[in-house]
């Protein structure tokens, strides 16, 4: 097993360690029992990090908010449109991490890093504010999705949506319900979607590989059986699809890409899922970002190996959605 201090990690990252060791005491309910209070002190203290260690919304971009009806009740959305962009654009319906109980598209890490990515690749985003366990386990973030994705279709003038190019993507555990939705549109119908965009993945609902074993304490996978638990519910998963690795048939899936961390204990589940999907001839791309943590992606104003990331990012995404227009200072060379 591998500690965090046996890893020759970057001084912005370690600067990124020190400091969220510093405030994590102070944030009241940060170890709380209750998902509800442990979800809002994870809030704040991702509020208090992303301001120093992310860089901000840049020019370019109109951010705003929609609502739409969701299977129960009305659902928000921020929408993230380059300004050079005009009529119906390529675009991804974007879900965000937070360990499947916490996690919100109001965050200053969720604005920043979609804003500046809609800007780099030329593809609208659109965050979804997705129900979130134990209130609403498993499939609630998926018929959510799902309901977007229609009303993205469905009113597609709305939104200026090319619904010929519409996709869907997530960190975290948002990149786990986007593989499921994938999987649940594949199997049940739906809108047809272009791309599956699957960053720092969960891909199983189990410890999976190597860097599970290797990265079992003090990287993230601490509680996750405890976290598996609050997403498939109290009567357990209602079908296979919330964990996209073990389902049997992985044929006729859209074109994914699956970016991981290379210490990230969710790294095996990635790589395991590339593996299995090029295996049924979906067509995959597999980034391991040298250096990483599953949280520092997002350390952009702090760490060049982040903005490396995230420039990568932007730039499978143009080429994914068939941008002519993508933003030249980062997607060049």
């Not at 996750?224 to 389902?247: F, H, K, N, Q, W």
């Amino acid at each position: 097993m591998t500690a965090i201090s046996d890893i020759a990690l970057d001084p912005g990252i370690r600067r990124w360690i020190a400091r969220l060791e510093e405030l994590s005491p102070g944030i009241p309910g940060i170890a709380s029992t209750d998902p509800s209070v442990r979800r809002e002190a994870a809030r704040r203290l991702s509020d208090l990090l992303a301001v120093d260690f992310t860089l901000p919304v840049p020019d370019g971009v109109t951010v705003d908010d929609f609502e739409i009806e969701g299977p129960a009740g009305v659902l928000r959305m921020r929408r993230y449109r380059p300004d050079a962009g005009a009529g119906r654009m390529p675009t991804q319906l974007w879900l965000h991490g937070g360990g499947f109980y916490a996690g919100t598209i109001d965050e200053i890490l969720n604005d920043r890093l979609c804003a500046r990515r809609a800007l780099e690749s030329g593809v609208q985003l659109l965050s979804l504010e997705y129900r979130l366990a134990p209130e609403h386990p498993y499939p609630a973030p998926v018929l959510d999705a799902v309901a977007a994705l229609e009303a993205l279709v469905g009113e597609a003038g709305r939104f200026g949506v090319d619904p010929e190019r519409l996709g869907i993507g997530g960190n975290s555990a948002g990149a786990a319900i986007a593989a499921s939705t994938a999987l649940r549109l594949r199997d049940l119908g739906g809108p047809r979607i272009v791309h599956v965009d699957l960053e720092v993945p969960p891909l199983a609902m189990h410890r999976v590989g190597r860097s599970a074993e290797d990265y079992a304490i003090g990287f993230g996978l601490d509680q996750l059986e405890a976290i598996v638990a609050m997403y498939a519910g109290p009567e357990g998963a209602a079908d296979a699809r919330i964990s996209p690795l073990d389902v049997e048939d992985l044929l006729d899936l859209p074109p994914t890409l699956i970016m991981a961390g290379e210490h990230d204990p969710l790294r095996d589940s990635g790589v395991l899922y590339a593996e299995r999907l090029r295996a049924a001839d979906v067509p995959v791309e597999l980034f391991i970002g040298a250096g990483h943590l599953h949280g520092t992606p997002g350390l952009t104003a702090a760490f060049e190996g982040a903005r490396e990331w995230q420039e990568l990012h932007a730039r499978h995404l143009a080429s994914a959605y068939s941008v002519p227009h993508a933003h030249p200072a980062r997607l060049a060379g």
